[in-house]
Every structure is written in structure tokens, then in C-alpha cells.
């Protein structure tokens, strides 16, 4: 990565809040943003439009440093291209996230993305969104958060996500899968989900988007990070 980068690493398990305090602290900075979960679902689905099985160690690994990827966003629309297709929507599906909690469980695939995630870490500085941002990618991350929820208000906030976007989805569905994925994403073997022994956990329980950024951009003077 770029030396002397400044990064905030924004981990958690799934519908913690991440992805849209990410995105808020991103704006409200003027940083760049690593929206690693992306990567993890982009190449379980390079591999599915290549025909790669999920299984095949040495077939997606090559997809995953040869995926061709763009990310641009305008406002709140962010839109991801693979391989020349526009992919934003398919790529948030749950099936997405069931496929992309099973590739990111082969270590070979997180060897893989790692010099391609730190390529994100860019002037002035980056917010990294994930799972292992804090403990594994930039573990020199000047402020490390850990984001969390109580599971029923997770699931609640991926059903009203992605019932916005058009994507139908039950609740009783939504709750076992995020259950599911906790459970693989926390006792995979390499880069388990827990927080980085030197994060700041935040239970977002009960509390509103807004009230979440305004905790980290105060911890984020307390690191000395705002000029
Ligand atoms: O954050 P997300 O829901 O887009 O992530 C989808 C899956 O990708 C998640 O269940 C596990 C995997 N992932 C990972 O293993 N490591 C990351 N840094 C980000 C995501």
C-alpha cells in the first residue's frame, strides 16, 4: 500500500451498518473507500459467469487476480463493473453474500486480494470496510472499529436494504442466513471475523446511521486524523 496512508478499518459481521457508515464517513472525509465484501462478491461471481466452480482452489484464485473490476460512484449510487458488465445489483443479492462467505473462507482466494485491496489506500486517506480490515489487511490502521448489532435488528436492516432496492427477500429467510454467515465467516480458519485486539467496538443497536458516524468522527479527532 501507499506509505503513510492514513486508514480508518470499519470491520463487522453482516448488517452491522458498515457498508453505509463507510460510505457516510467516506463522504464526510473526502477519503477513498475499500468496499472489500465487493471483491469477496465479485469473484464468486467472475468465477460463475467463467464457469469456475466454487471448489476449484487454483481456478479462483486466478479469477480473483484477473478480474477485471471498476468501481465508481456519484452521490449515493455506487456502481460496480465486471469485466465490462455492470454488476451493482447482482451483486448485493443474498446469494451473493452466501457465495462470497464461502470463497472468502479459502485462504488461497484472501492471499490472493490482499495486495489488490491495499492498492486501494490512497491520498488524503482510506476508510477499508470488512471483516479483517483491522486485524489482517491494514493492521497498522490509524483508528479500528468494530461495528456491531443484535442479530434481529441486522436482519431487519438487510430486509429493508434490499427490499428498497427492488430485491425480494423473506425476513425468517434473511434471519437463518445472516446466522449462517456469522457462523462461517467467525470460524473460518484464516482471518476469522472478530474484532482486532486493538479496536473500538460500537454497538449500533438502537442507534440511528447518523449517530454511528458522529461516534467514529469523534474517535477519529481523538486519533489526531482530522487536520
Ligand atoms: O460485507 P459483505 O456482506 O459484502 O461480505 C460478503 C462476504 O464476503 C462475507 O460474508 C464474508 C466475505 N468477506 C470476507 O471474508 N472478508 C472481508 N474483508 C469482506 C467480506
Known amino acids: 500500500m501507499t506509505a503513510g496512508v492514513p486508514v480508518i478499518a470499519i470491520d463487522g459481521p453482516t448488517g452491522s451498518g458498515k457498508g453505509t457508515v463507510s460510505r457516510g464517513l467516506a463522504r464526510r472525509l473526502s477519503w477513498h473507500l475499500l468496499d472489500s465484501g465487493a471483491l469477496y462478491r465479485l469473484v464468486a461471481l467472475a468465477a460463475r459467469h467463467r464457469g469456475v466452480s466454487l471448489d476449484d482452489v487454483a481456478g479462483l484464485v486466478s479469477v480473483a487476480e484477473t478480474m477485471a473490476v471498476q468501481f465508481s460512484a456519484a452521490g449515493d449510487d455506487e456502481q460496480i463493473m465486471l469485466e465490462g458488465q455492470d454488476v451493482t445489483l447482482a451483486l448485493r443479492t443474498e446469494d451473493a453474500g452466501m457465495d462470497a462467505s464461502r470463497v472468502g473462507a ?13 492498492g486501494f489506500a490512497r491520498a488524503p486517506g482510506l476508510i477499508a470496510d470488512g471483516r479483517d480490515m ?67 467496538v460500537l454497538d449500533s443497536t438502537g442507534l440511528t446511521v447518523e449517530q454511528v458516524i458522529e461516534t467514529v468522527l469523534r474517535w477519529v479527532d481523538d486519533a489526531g486524523l482530522t487536520t
Open 134 to 200: 483491522g486485524s489482517v489487511v491494514f493492521p497498522q490502521s490509524a483508528l479500528k472499529v468494530f461495528l456491531t448489532a443484535a442479530p434481529q435488528e441486522r436482519a431487519l436492516r438487510r430486509y429493508k436494504q434490499l427490499s428498497e432496492k427492488g430485491i425480494d427477500v423473506s425476513l425468517a429467510a434473511l434471519s437463518r442466513e445472516i446466522v449462517e454467515r456469522d457462523r462461517r465467516d467467525a470460524s473460518r480458519r484464516v482471518a476469522p471475523l472478530r474484532p482486532a485486539a486493538d479496536a473500538r
Open 106 to 118: 479459502i485462504p488461497e482466494v484472501r492471499a490472493a486480494l490482499l495486495e489488490r485491496q491495499r
